[in-house]
């Protein structure tokens, strides 16, 4: 299957701070990347898509202007909490299709990123 | 609102055993299913998809599908304790590919 590298796997901030995330396909292109976050003994919920070259389309519910996205390249999304808090410790997933390949329609998981904010 | 109904368990069957994971979902329109395995603390692992209703093999996997009644399973035949993990049903909303909806998750543990 496809490969969707995350980085950092895990970060610890203070709280205030800026914490950037990295998604990346390493095998294919994505055009469309998706960002999920899930607590403790939760699902995945659907922070946003990232959209190459366009602006993401958030979730409702989701703050746009803290979960700051950006697809700048057919292999990269990042995603930044801004002035994070900590409420928004959680466990950060990024995923992808490669929609040229066989498994089009499979969704490939990035190895995701704990936050921690103190 | 579009929704994936699981038990959140936890499932518990002996090593060997068959263990059977239900996932119900809303949306008619929905054509595919998709099965993730998560072990705690990593991201999910793609399992099993299946699109047709019926059943689909995958090694000691199966996966079950009725249209009808809405409903998608997963059976694990001779459950190992490396089963143990939290399995996750996904549905894409409006029955396109572009979005998954995940279950909340039915936690299985096979014991020895």
């Known amino acids: 299957g496809a490969v969707v590298s995350q980085h950092p796997s895990w970060v610890i901030c203070k709280s205030g701070t800026s914490v950037k995330i990295e998604c990346r396909s390493l095998d294919f292109q994505a055009t469309t990347m998706f960002w999920y976050r899930q607590f403790p003994k939760q699902s995945l919920m659907l922070m946003a898509t990232s959209n190459e070259g366009s602006k993401a389309t958030y979730e409702q519910g989701v703050e746009k202007d803290k979960f700051l996205i950006n697809h700048a390249s057919l292999t990269l999304s990042t995603l930044t909490v801004t002035s994070a808090h900590p409420e928004d410790s959680s466990f950060y997933i990024c995923?992808?299709?490669?929609?040229?390949?066989?498994?089009?329609?499979?969704?490939?998981f990035g190895s995701g990123t704990q936050l921690s904010v103190l | 609102q579009k929704e994936v109904e699981q038990n959140s368990g936890p499932l518990s069957v002996p090593e060997g055993a068959i263990a059977s994971l239900n996932c119900t979902y809303s949306d008619r329109g929905s054509q595919s299913f998709f099965w993730y395995r998560q072990y705690s603390g990593k991201s999910p692992e793609l399992i099993m998809s299946?699109?047709?209703?019926g059943d689909k093999e995958d090694g000691r996997f199966t996966a079950q599908l009725n249209k009808a009644s809405q409903y998608v399973s997963l059976l694990i035949r001779d459950s190992q304790p490396s089963d143990s993990a939290t399995y996750l049903c996904a549905a894409p909303f409006s029955g396109g590919y572009n979005k998954l909806i995940f279950g909340a998750g039915t936690r299985l543990a096979v014991h020895p």
């Open positions: 299946i699109y047709s209703n």
């Open positions: 995923s992808a299709r490669d929609q040229t390949g066989v498994d089009n329609e499979k969704l490939f």
